[in-house]
């Protein structure tokens, strides 16, 4: 093995546990849970089967039933749901893996056939625009226009906070070793953040300051109910994937990430969706704990970045669709299996739990070690 590809396969301490290597597993929405959010035999049987990443993050996974925008998708405040995750964290720790859970709270994204018919909300009432073409592709949601969301007053935004941080205690009773939010990909944190979906005059919105307020009030709320080392943060810096924007993505990021480094979390997964201009190498020196790079990388990229420095954990979304020994196939420079798009978003079993390990796989159905996933565009993320 080369020392770049070696430096893949050493151990990191992130928050509060020490992962085996540096991959992780990107988190995925993947519908396949139960119509009430409760995790299911499969969703055992998928995480499971990659346990042996460094580190799984799991699917977008709702805090309260306002924060739901896809059917089939799993949420954490019941009872059942809880117990359902638990089975899910028993069979990754059993396979010696770790996994943090993914908060996420859609927003303005929802619709009320999701909401049992109320409006969705959000941190202002801005439509994203009706007629992007982003709701009528594979993303599992209601093919119409997204309605136009109701602003939250103060009273409600703290409610959502206090959801995020009771989240975060549901995460760790049910055996979670950390929590990771969702603060990218134009959901609930990031419409706060991004200049075109925030239009509030009071304290969460105007200056970056004060958009950046509701991420760091969850973040704050949840550390308080759990520690710095079980809370993470994932960003798309100036991504305008679901329409949001903002004005000047490189002084609000800078922001955000300065005041993540002084809470001392888990660590920070940066996704550059190619928005041109260096995500990585402007935002990557401003946080001083452990760094998770996400989108496009390939085993020789991400064993560089590594390596180099430049990063400390790299995560892989659609290479983990496919591979579920992932970690082995690039330890070892194994051909990989191709993802298959049509079944990303559809339910059961297939193109979720059988997709075969190296050792059954068809030799002619394989791809090169270092084949590029497809650009995540908006038609293809969840
Ligand atoms: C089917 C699918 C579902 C996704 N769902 C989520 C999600 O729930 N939360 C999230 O943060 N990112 C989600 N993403 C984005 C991935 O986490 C990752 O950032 C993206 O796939 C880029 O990595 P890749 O180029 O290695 O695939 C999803 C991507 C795919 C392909």
Redesign the pocket.
């Known amino acids: 093995m080369s020392e770049a590809l070696s430096a893949l396969f050493t151990p990191l301490r992130i928050g509060d546990i020490t992962v085996k290597n540096r991959l992780a597993m ?5 519908q396949r849970s139960t119509l009430d959010g409760v995790p299911t035999d499969l969703n055992v049987e998928h995480y499971r089967q990659r346990a042996t990443a460094g580190l799984i993050v799991s ?2 996974i709702y805090p309260s039933a306002m924060g739901k925008g896809y059917l089939f998708t799993p949420g954490l405040h019941t009872d059942a749901q809880v117990t359902g995750w638990r089975r899910v964290t028993e069979a990754v720790h059993g396979e010696g893996g770790a996994i943090f859970g ?1 908060i ?1 709270h859609v927003g303005r994204l929802a619709d009320p056939l999701m909401l049992d018919g109320a409006q969705p909300i959000g941190a202002s009432a801005v439509q994203p625009d009706p007629t992007a073409r982003h709701y009528t592709v594979t993303c599992p949601r209601p093919k119409r226009p997204y309605p136009e969301p109701r602003a939250l007053s103060h009273a409600e935004v703290l409610g959502v906070i206090d959801d995020f941080a009771q989240s975060a205690v549901l995460a760790k009773r049910a055996g979670f070793d950390g929590v990771e939010i ?1 603060a ?2 134009g959901y609930l944190p990031m419409q706060f953040l991004s200049t075109n979906s925030n239009l509030r005059t009071d304290a969460w919105g105007g200056s970056v300051e004060k958009r950046a307020a509701f991420l760091l009030a969850c973040v704050d709320a949840m550390v308080a109910a759990t520690s710095p080392g079980f809370v993470a943060v ?1 960003l798309s810096p100036g991504w305008s994937f679901h329409n949001v924007f903002d004005d000047d993505p490189v002084a609000t990021y800078s922001y955000v990430v300065r005041q993540l480094s002084a809470r001392g979390i888990a660590y920070l997964e940066l ?1 550059d969706y190619a928005v041109g201009w260096d995500v990585y190498g402007t935002l990557r020196p401003l946080f001083e704990g452990p760094a998770m790079f ?4 390939t085993q020789p990229t991400a064993a560089a970045a590594v390596h180099d420095g430049r990063a400390d954990m790299i ?5 983990y ?1 496919a591979n579920p020994d992932l970690a082995n196939r690039y330890e070892h420079s194994l051909k990989l299996n191709r993802p298959e798009v049509a079944t ?2 559809t339910q059961g079993a297939e193109g979720y739990t059988d997709y075969p390990v190296y050792a059954d796989a068809d030799p002619d159905a394989l791809q090169p070690v270092d084949a590029a ?2 650009p ?1 565009s908006p038609a ?3």
Not at 26 to 30: D, G, L
Request: overall charge positive.
């Open positions: 990107a988190p995925m929405t993947r699917e977008g993914q996420m969702h990218a990909s994932k996704g996400v989108a496009g990388f995560a892989f979304g659609q290479a669709i990303y978003y996933p497809i995540i293809t993320t969840g």
